[in-house]
């Protein structure tokens, strides 16, 4: 059973940075592909960014530039390094992954505001 746990949420003020990380369990982890996606009230889920087994890189076009995605193979763990954060970069951020079907963390809460 594969398990995902994220952590790093937080309240950060606009400009500010944090750091998420998700532990994955269950996978073989150093073959699956890994991504971040958030969700905000009142919109859909959409793509934050995915890293491949091969470390590349995808972006969503809203955080291009901002936001980087790393892994760590023998931590068995995802990293999404956020920086010049946004209030609309307010959102539940999940951890997913696809091994023989899609699976997803439980999320957590990163809120912008001052």
């Known amino acids: 059973q594969v398990q995902l746990v994220e952590s790093g949420g937080g309240l950060v003020q606009p400009g500010g940075s944090l750091r998420l990380s998700c532990a994955a369990s269950?996978?073989?982890?150093?073959?699956?592909?890994m991504g971040w996606y958030r969700q905000s009230p009142g919109n859909r889920r959409e793509l934050v960014a995915t890293?491949?087994?091969?470390?590349?890189?995808n972006y969503g076009d809203s955080v291009r530039g901002r936001f980087t995605i790393s892994r760590d193979n023998a931590k068995s763990t995802a990293y999404l390094q956020m920086n010049s954060l946004k209030p609309e970069d307010t959102a539940v951020y999940y951890c997913?992954?696809?091994?023989?079907?899609?699976?997803w963390g439980k999320g957590t809460l990163v809120t912008v505001s001052s």
């Open positions: 997913n992954t696809y091994w023989g079907m899609e699976y």
């Open positions: 890293i491949g087994d091969g470390g590349s890189t």
């Open positions: 269950g996978t073989v982890f150093s073959l699956v592909t």
